[in-house]
């Protein structure tokens, strides 16, 4: 298994650019992730999803769209980059079994908006 | 919503030293806690949970230990070893059937160890 893996690695946006973040898993998951992580700041939750086609946000949502059509691919789409959208990216994603808790994360796309 | 608070922000230890993390937590309906080990340039990986049914959790040189009535948790390294420098994180959770999105993280906690 590959578990996570994420595309691009690094990114550098101007201004006002679009792009979408991709990540896909191998493992049959249910529940999906993503989050940013800022220096210092911890890792914060921008939306999830507990299955293809349902999807919510979490804490960071505004300037992030996602959409989940299949099982094994959860991107994340940056309409209008903005400097404060600067971050490390990271997907997840974990069973939808209580027993089994783990989050799995993909390495990270590092995203600069200039 | 939950806050998680975590300490120290860095810390520096000899080989073979100890390193104790706290966390404490703001929701006492949170009743799962996981930490998480992210070494340089890549994500986050568990190390060890612990649900809030139990006060504590061991798997070798590591430990954690949770106290529900002052809602707080902490992680042990023992016997710290140079491949332990990395930053840890601690969070928390309700987590309720299959329901275990929505982790809410700490800050994170620079381990640096000296050889």
């Known amino acids: 298994n590959a578990g996570v893996t994420q595309t691009p690695k690094f990114r550098i946006l101007k201004i006002g650019q679009s792009m979408t973040l991709q990540c896909t898993q191998d493992?049959?998951?249910?529940?999906m992730y993503w989050y940013r992580q800022d220096p210092g700041m911890g890792l914060k939750l921008i939306y999830y999803s507990v299955g293809a086609g349902i999807t919510d946000k979490g804490e960071v949502p505004n300037g992030y769209n996602v959409s989940r059509s299949t099982t094994e691919d959860f991107p994340l789409r940056l309409e209008l980059a903005a400097p404060s959208q600067t971050s490390v990216y990271f997907c997840?994603?974990?069973?939808?079994?209580?027993?089994?808790?783990?989050?799995?994360f993909g390495p990270g796309t590092r995203l600069t908006v200039l | 919503g939950e806050n998680v608070e975590q300490h120290p922000s860095t810390l520096s230890v000899q080989e073979g030293d100890s390193a104790v993390i706290k966390c404490t937590y703001s929701?006492?309906?949170?009743?799962?806690f996981p930490w998480y080990k992210q070494e340089l340039g890549k994500g986050p990986q568990l190390i060890i949970d612990?649900?809030?049914?139990?006060g504590e959790k061991k798997d070798q040189r590591i430990a954690v230990t949770l106290n529900k009535t002052a809602k707080h948790f902490s992680l042990h390294i023992t016997e710290t070893q140079p491949e332990d420098s990395a930053v840890y994180f601690c969070a928390a959770t309700l987590n309720s059937g299959g329901s275990n999105y929505k982790l809410t993280f700490g800050k994170g906690t620079l381990l640096t160890v000296n050889p």
């Open positions: 929701d006492s309906a949170s009743n799962y």
């Open positions: 997840a994603s974990s069973y939808e079994d209580s027993r089994y808790n783990e989050q799995f």
């Open positions: 493992m049959n998951h249910n529940y």
């Open positions: 612990i649900r809030s049914n139990v």
